[in-house]
Every structure is written in structure tokens, then in C-alpha cells.
């Protein structure tokens, strides 16, 4: 099989100057966040916090916002026995706070202008939850109004998708589908009507993300999010990071094969 540790890079090179990927989530309280995060690393246990060198910390030598709510942006967590991602966490924007964005906005000013790339941002990415019937998009996403330095790529995520189904499921039924063709046809129609109502919207915005997915059940045992990790190996323009980024999904063997035949 062609793995993309034979595409010419040396991947021990890169892991040892990179060891690990390094990823802002940003997204409301309650957005998904961290389900997204353990469900990525594979695991349903808490973050831990870890020093700037990736080190794991001891809980006393937190920074006491870090221990209250993790939302000091600069720590960065690890889950699991996962220890080639690392995560800092951000709500972005909330109703009424402007400030949380940014400082999101200046760590990523910060993060992408380190020299060395252990150092820096990889990817942003970004959680707009879906399960309100009335989606604000324009104010969810005021991240996207201005440029952000770094080129540093972003991934829009559509959380609990679920609720999109569900409603796309009623309506069928209310149209006369009976109920297990309306399960089956719920995911494509949820999907269509949403792009028709808000994708173009997204991308109308003046720097809009790299990329969007739809996530959806997070919060069950039997779900995957192959399509975010897709759509963040397809957001990375340096071949370096790309690889890298593959290698860390290596459980995810048929994302290996669908990455080398694109090569
Ligand atoms: N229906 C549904 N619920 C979800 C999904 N993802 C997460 N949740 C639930 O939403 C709540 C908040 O999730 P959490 O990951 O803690 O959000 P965070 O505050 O952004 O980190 C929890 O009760 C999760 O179980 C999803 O895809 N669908
Ligand atoms: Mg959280």
C-alpha cells in the first residue's frame, strides 16, 4: 500500500521537529467542543493539561483560569493516550462578549508568527452549533470579517447536526413519507436544505474558513468525524504538516489510502 511515509519525507525527521499538531477549537459553551476533541482522539476521558514543552502538568501548577473552565487559551490540553495533538480551547463568540474572539484572533496572530513550527498553530477549527431552528449566522460568524494573519487554515464545523436531521425527518413524515424511508432520506435533505439556506452566506463572508463540515451524534459511541479530519488534511497547504497530520490518524487507514491516490 502507498503510505504517505514513503512519499519521499522523512516522517521521524518531521515528528522529531514537530511531534505534535496543534489545533484551536473555538465555539460557544456548549457547542460540542470538547466531545469533538475526545471523539478525534478516540477516547471518553477529560483533557489534560500539558506545558509549553507538551509535558503533562501536575494540577498545581495549573494557571488558576486553566483549573476553573479551561478557557485560557494559551493551555494547551491532550486527551488520552493521544500525545500527537494538542488542543487550546477558546468559546469565541459568545452573546454579548467580543473579547474572548479576540483573543482568539491575537493568539493566532501570535501562534503562526513562532519560527518554529512545533510552535505554531496548525488549524483552526471553528464550531457553529446547528441545533437552533434559526441559525444567526452572521453573528456566529464575525471570525470570518476580518483577515487573519498567519495563513493559518480553518475548518467551519456544523455541531449537532442530529437536530438538522430530526427536523428534515418531521418534515418528510409530514409529507407523507413513511417513517423509516424518512430516516433513510433525513441525512441528504437536512444537508441540502441547509447548504441552500447558509453555505453561500459563509462563504460570502470577506475571509471566509478553508473549508465546512457537518457534524452530528457526537455524543454516541457508534459515530466518527473522518469528514473533519478530511477536510483539515485538505485545508493544509504545506506538504510537511500534511503528512504529519496524516500520521497522527493513523487508526484511520482508509483516510491514508483516499490521501496517497489524491497524491
Ligand atoms: N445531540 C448532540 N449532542 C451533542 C453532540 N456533541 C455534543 N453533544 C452534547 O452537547 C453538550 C455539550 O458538549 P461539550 O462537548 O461539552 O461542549 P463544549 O462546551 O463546547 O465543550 C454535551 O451534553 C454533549 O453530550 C452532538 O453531535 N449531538
Ligand atoms: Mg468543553
Not at 165 to 171: G, L, P, S, T
Request: charged letters at 25%; one cysteine or more; glycine letters at 6%.
Amino acid at each position: 500500500m502507498n503510505s504517505p511515509d514513503n512519499e519521499g519525507m522523512d516522517m521521524s525527521l518531521v515528528r522529531r521537529y514537530c511531534p505534535k499538531f496543534r489545533v484551536l477549537i473555538i465555539g460557544k459553551a456548549n457547542a460540542g467542543k470538547t466531545t469533538i476533541l475526545q471523539k478525534v482522539c478516540n477516547t471518553t476521558e477529560n483533557p489534560t493539561a500539558v506545558d509549553t514543552t507538551g509535558r503533562r502538568m501536575s494540577l498545581s501548577l495549573l494557571r488558576p483560569s486553566a483549573g476553573r473552565g479551561q478557557h485560557d487559551i494559551e493551555q494547551g490540553y491532550v486527551f488520552g493516550g493521544r500525545d500527537d495533538f494538542v488542543f487550546h480551547d477558546s468559546r469565541g463568540f459568545e452573546a454579548g462578549t467580543a473579547a474572548e474572539l479576540e483573543r482568539a484572533k491575537a493568539f493566532i496572530r501570535k501562534r503562526s508568527s513562532f519560527s518554529h513550527i512545533k510552535n505554531r498553530l496548525h488549524a483552526v477549527w471553528y464550531c457553529i452549533p446547528s441545533d437552533t431552528p434559526r441559525l444567526l449566522l452572521e453573528d456566529e460568524t464575525s471570525f470570518f470579517e476580518e483577515c487573519r494573519k498567519g495563513n493559518v487554515p480553518v475548518v467551519a464545523i456544523f455541531t449537532k447536526f442530529d437536530y438538522r436531521h430530526k427536523e428534515a425527518m418531521a418534515q418528510l413524515i409530514e409529507g407523507g413519507m413513511d417513517r423509516p424511508a424518512a430516516r433513510l432520506a433525513a441525512p441528504a435533505r437536512a444537508k441540502e436544505d441547509f447548504e441552500a439556506k447558509y453555505i453561500s452566506r459563509l462563504y460570502n463572508r470577506p475571509y471566509p474558513p478553508q473549508n465546512h463540515v457537518y457534524v452530528y451524534d457526537m455524543h454516541l459511541p457508534m459515530t466518527n468525524c473522518d469528514q473533519l479530519i478530511r477536510a483539515t488534511v485538505d485545508s493544509l497547504s504545506d506538504l510537511s504538516l500534511k503528512q504529519l497530520f496524516v500520521s497522527t490518524q493513523r487508526n484511520r487507514i482508509h483516510l491514508y489510502v483516499g490521501y496517497s491516490i489524491e497524491q
